[in-house]
């Protein structure tokens, strides 16, 4: 009956409060509303200004046009030759940043060197730095690619001019195969001097870009000097016969063959894939294996019931038993039989019924407005939350406990909020976190309740035997620890 | 009168009898002391507090405690329902230390602060439910206790109302009832009249009077002084010591030295004439207020009066007015504390003429 009479009185104080209630459920959900509706997947374009030297102006219509092919990341304001003036226009926020494009940079690559483009800003925040220097990285690796494709279009381009001396030189090969088997010196010779005029026009064509030729096979020397190396072998041939049977000469020339044709069909290869293929062999695609497709607004779902859940339980808490002090309801107590077990199961049922009510609100309208999606089992959805909520009372009694005032009650509050903004994994995930620090969000309710709400909620998973250890056997303690406390401080009051 | 020590008329019990009344409490004695203190005392560390505090209490009657505001009544009050532990000297309730009080004794007794403990959401009628059930009382003991409650302390319309539309003498009320509506047999009060209209107090002192005689005891604290008169006893504490525990007409005589006379002649007072009347009734102070009137202290106004009158009529004096005169209480309490103030202030003026 006493405990009962506790219960009422807290969940009297709350449903009294109906403002109280309406902004608790409407809240969180109009924020999630407003970010679901605002938020832009993608940033808007970089402004950019070119600097380029006079020389290099030429370029310019070049460069402009590669950027402009860059899914319109980057879009060029305006170009200029002075970095001043450029810096001057990022100064005043006319442009998010500055270009500057170095001397003359083909010559440069043709030098042996990379050609280096600085890219200036004047952003402060972290994750937007981050956000320029990938798409800065994104905009040239693009523009490497296009040029790689470029010169490998080329190239296969070139190396057609190939493909007659290689059926030419293939066929050499076998006619001086032929007059080896046959022990015609002579004819072998002849047909040497052919295939080797062959070899040579390839040799003489061949350009460096013909190296992805060979690149194509790992186990195979590059095109110009195998070519190379064919020629010499040719040429040390010995052509003379033994009682009219095929000669080891034969046996090499049947192997030259092969190598010509294998060229020949490594050349063929080259020239029928796609340039970007070969700029870009390798590709990588991520498939989620979870049963539903999440959202952005999904995913912070579970973290905007879990932060409202917990931070109103520990506001509650806190503050009830500090105002229960203040009142002089602590030192009435104190002399009426009633114990601590009373006073703290009391206030726990009200307060989780309360916090009930609220979670019940918001959790329909985050279901069926939002339709985000719960593949677990809704008893571990409730479950969850249920734990989360008596573990954050504990919090919020033993905060309740020993502190001295409303305002400290209400700030200590507000440290466990902000802690578990940035700890919980909440905005960010966890293992960006250092292990030490990872202690302090294993202590916040919420790191457990959150992971746990996204497992049930995503995966579809079970509450693991973590989150039963952390909330429930942390509640326990919790309260154990608000009943010594609190013994304390009512036979003190 | 004058004090050069801590008054020594304050009843002192002694080690043995207290000893006995006790064990006697302990067993549920009726008549024996409902509240016993033997020295106690509660030092802050500031120095403030109450000191070396001795007091008897007897069951079912009113203790009014009157102090100046600071002077330690709160914390008395405080020390006697065990809020606070005594820093020295032994109190009991009800035969318990008050910090160690059993669930039964707890249920017997009743707690209103200084500061009224309501929840302003909370409705009148809810309030006085959540104090009810605190005492684990039935809901239909609870129903009939609380309409109760509220017709005493006149807030029967109020029920439905919350706190936060109560004003601060309606407030202090319902406190008042959540303090009273489990019916305890030991009530502590902490200045349950601030803030009330007259009307409505003289009704509260009746009930309370009512209360008494139903057997219950009530520890008052109150600045109102002229509310000593509805006690049995009256406590008076001054800067942490209790310098007067005495019946209100016994405050009186301890406040001037006996019972007061006023005398008013048809003729001029003479000095011959002033000293035979002190001499007649052996005053301890015989002082003229006016041309015909004067005021003497006696030991016992009743006996003096009419042996006064009589003589003054063989000397062929007329008399134009003769009664004892009843000091209001306010006077008292300011003598009483004035008293024991200049008593203090000579004793360790005294002291440190012996140092130097």
């Known amino acids: 009956m006493k405990v009962v009479a506790f219960a009422r009185k807290e969940l009297v104080d709350i449903v009294r409060q109906p403002r109280l209630l309406l902004t608790l459920i409407l809240g969180p959900f109009l924020i999630l509303a407003l970010f679901a509706a605002g938020y832009q997947r993608s940033a808007g374009a970089m402004r950019a200004v070119l600097v380029v030297s006079e020389q290099d102006m030429k370029l310019l219509n070049e460069l402009e046009d590669r950027l402009a092919e860059l899914n319109r990341s980057i879009v060029v304001q305006e170009t200029t030759e002075s970095q001043e003036e450029a810096l001057e226009i990022l100064r005043r926020g006319n442009a998010d940043a500055v270009v500057v494009v170095p001397p003359d940079p083909y010559g440069t690559v043709r030098g042996g060197d990379q050609a280096l483009f600085v890219l200036l800003h004047d952003t402060q925040d972290p994750f937007e730095q981050a956000t320029i220097r990938l798409t800065a990285r994104a905009a040239i690796d693009e523009m490497n690619r296009e040029l790689l494709a470029e010169a490998i279009s080329t190239g296969q381009r070139e190396t057609a001019d190939f493909n007659p001396f290689l059926t030419a030189s293939r066929e050499s090969a076998v006619a001086l195969r032929t007059a080896l088997e046959a022990g015609d010196t002579a004819a072998a010779e002849a047909e040497r001097s052919v295939l080797e005029t062959h070899l040579a026009s390839i040799d003489e064509q061949i350009t460096p870009a013909d190296s992805l030729v060979a690149a194509l096979d790992g186990d195979r020397p590059e095109s110009n000097r195998q070519v190379t190396a064919l020629r010499q072998r040719i040429a040390a041939l010995d052509l003379s016969t033994t009682d009219g049977t095929p000669t080891s000469a034969a046996q090499e020339v049947r192997t030259i063959e092969a190598e010509i044709e294998d060229l020949e069909s490594t050349l063929s290869q080259f020239q029928t894939i796609a340039p970007d293929v070969l700029v870009s062999p390798l590709a990588v695609d991520t498939e989620l294996i979870s049963p539903v497709e999440v959202t952005l607004t999904d995913f912070y779902a579970p973290g905007v019931i879990a932060l409202l859940l917990q931070h109103l339980a520990i506001t509650f808490a806190a503050m009830s038993l500090v105002r229960e002090r203040s009142l002089g309801a602590t030192e009435v107590f104190g002399i009426a039989p009633v114990g601590p077990s009373h006073i703290l199961i009391g206030k726990y049922l009200g307060y989780t019924i309360g916090a009930g009510v609220i979670a019940l609100g918001l959790n329909t309208l985050l279901l069926t407005v939002f339709e985000v999606p719960l593949a677990g089992s809704m008893a571990a959805f409730v479950t969850i939350q249920l734990l989360l909520t008596l573990a954050s009372l504990g919090v919020g009694f033993v905060i309740s406990s020993i502190v001295s005032t409303d305002h400290q009650a209400v700030n200590a509050a507000m440290i466990v909020l902000l802690l578990s903004i940035f700890f919980s994994g909440f905005f960010l995930s966890l293992d960006r976190l250092l292990p030490e620090v990872r202690v302090v969000s294993w202590m916040l309710p919420i790191t457990h309740a959150l992971d746990s709400l996204r497992d049930v909620m995503f995966r579809g998973a079970p509450i693991d035997l973590r989150t039963w250890i952390a909330l429930g056997g942390g509640s326990l303690v919790l309260y154990a620890v608000s009943w010594l406390l609190m013994r304390r401080r009512v036979g003190a009051a | ?356």
């Open chain 2, 1 to 356: 009168m004058r004090f050069t020590e801590p008054p020594r008329w304050v009843p002192v019990v002694h080690d043995q009898r207290g000893a006995f009344l006790i064990e006697q409490q302990r067993h549920g004695h009726p008549n024996e002391p409902a509240i016993n203190a033997r020295r106690a005392s509660k030092v802050f560390a500031t120095g403030d507090g109450v000191h070396d505090m001795d007091l008897a209490v007897p069951s079912g009657s009113i203790f009014g405690f009157i102090g100046p505001s600071g002077a330690g009544k709160t914390t008395a009050v405080r020390m006697l329902t065990g809020a606070i532990e005594p820093t020295d000297g032994q109190v009991t309730v009800l035969g318990q230390a008050p910090t160690s009080f059993d669930h039964r004794t707890r249920s017997q007794i009743g707690y209103m602060p200084q500061l009224s403990v309501l929840y302003d959401n909370l409705s009148v009628a809810d309030n006085l439910k959540f104090f009810a059930s605190l005492y684990g009382m039935t809901r239909r003991r609870t129903e009939a206790a609380r309409n109760e409650m509220l017709e005493f302390v006149d807030l029967g319309d109020h029920r439905d109302k919350r706190v936060t539309e109560l004003s601060g003498g309606m407030r202090r009320r319902l406190s008042l009832a959540a303090t009273l509506v489990h019916e305890p047999r030991m009530i502590f009060l902490d200045e349950p009249t601030a803030g009330i209209d007259p009307v409505l107090r003289r009704r509260l002192w009746d009930h309370f009077t009512e209360m008494r005689d139903e057997g219950r005891t009530l520890f008052i604290t109150t600045q109102y002084v002229g509310e000593a008169a509805y006690c049995d006893r009256v406590g008076v504490i001054a800067d942490g010591r209790l310098i007067a525990d005495e019946t209100p007409d016994g405050l009186r005589r301890a406040a001037f030295g006996g019972d007061i006379v006023h005398l008013e002649l048809e003729q001029p007072l003479s000095t011959d004439l002033i000293r035979d009347i002190s001499n007649l009734v052996s005053a301890t102070a015989c002082q003229p207020y006016s041309m015909r009137g004067l005021r003497i202290v006696v030991e016992e106004a009743a006996l003096s009066l009419p042996e006064l009158t009589t003589w003054l009529a063989s000397q062929g004096v007329s008399v134009a007015q003769a009664e004892e005169h009843m000091p209001p209480f306010d006077d008292v309490f300011v003598e009483l504390v004035e008293e024991y103030r200049a008593a203090t202030t000579d004793t360790s003026t005294e002291g440190e003429r012996v140092v130097a």
